[in-house]
T-cell receptor, first 115, second 111 residues
Framework: DVKVTQSSRYLVKRTGEKVFLECVQD?????MFWYRQDPGLGLRLIYF???????EKGDIPEGYSVSREKKERFSLILESASTNQTSMYLC??????????????FGSGTRLTVV | KQEVTQIPAALSVPEGENLVLNCSFT??????LQWFRQDPGKGLTSLLL?????REQTSGRLNASLDKSSGRSTLYIAASQPGDSATYLC??????????FGTGTSLTVIP
């Protein structure tokens, strides 16, 4: 069964800490995405990557960076965590091309709380 | 930019009832449309994906339709069950291979 795996289901971090959220997919997908989901705001795209070492800003990249050193792994980095980054973070992957037959596959999410 | 709207935001029905969830989008030049289910505190599970050349897709008690010309998709759930209670989201691809999501419909099926 194909999978997108996020390394942590729940994380609690302190303000100012550097935080790494990891995502791994085993489907050989070119595209990988990081979203955050907040009540009333839906899913908002933070960053996406369409190839190794390539990245594009989404709608809300401020305060975040990403790393994609290998095709299967896409990391989201909070350089200095703040309380307004408390959220559910969702990783997804897809084959290249908007006409993909398979759409998106999501991970199970990481609930991050910054205190 | 694609704008995606889902109405209603919340829906409560008695068990056994058939129901329809709606998704509207502004740019009809789409390649596909995907419906997801999200249980509380969890990730998204893909339910159905309709290619632009298709009008319907079915999986068990679920049937999704797509009308590109009117910018609408519906998800029909037959004989609803309490286990169907979840949030349902539709998503469409946009520029740069990213997808645009609706804000979802929260469904509660009452036993």
């Amino acid at each position: 069964d194909v999978k997108v795996t996020q390394s942590s289901r729940y994380l609690v971090k302190r303000t100012g800490e550097k935080v790494f959220l990891e995502c791994v997919q085993d489907m050989d997908h070119e595209n990988m995405f990081w979203y955050r989901q907040d009540p009333g705001l839906g899913l908002r795209l933070i960053y996406f990557s369409y190839d190794v070492k390539m990245k594009e800003k989404g709608d809300i990249p401020e305060g975040y960076s990403v790393s994609r050193e290998k095709k299967e792994r896409f990391s989201l980095i909070l350089e200095s965590a703040s309380t307004n980054q408390t959220s559910m973070y969702l990783c997804a992957s897809s084959l290249v091309g908007s006409d993909s037959l398979y759409g998106y596959t999501f991970g199970s999410g990481t609930r991050l709380t910054v205190v | 930019k694609q704008e995606v709207t889902q109405i209603p935001a919340a829906l409560s029905v008695p068990e056994g009832e058939n129901l329809v969830l709606n998704c509207s989008f502004t740019d009809s030049a789409i390649y596909n449309l995907q419906w997801f289910r999200q249980d509380p505190g969890k990730g998204l599970t893909s339910l159905l994906l309709i290619q632009s050349s298709q009008r319907e897709q079915t999986s068990g008690r679920l049937n999704a339709s797509l009308d590109k010309s009117s910018g609408r998709s519906t998800l029909y759930i037959a004989a609803s069950q309490p286990g169907d209670s979840a949030t349902y989201l539709c998503a469409l691809p946009g520029a740069g291979n990213q997808f645009y999501f609706g804000t979802g419909t929260s469904l509660t099926v009452i036993p």
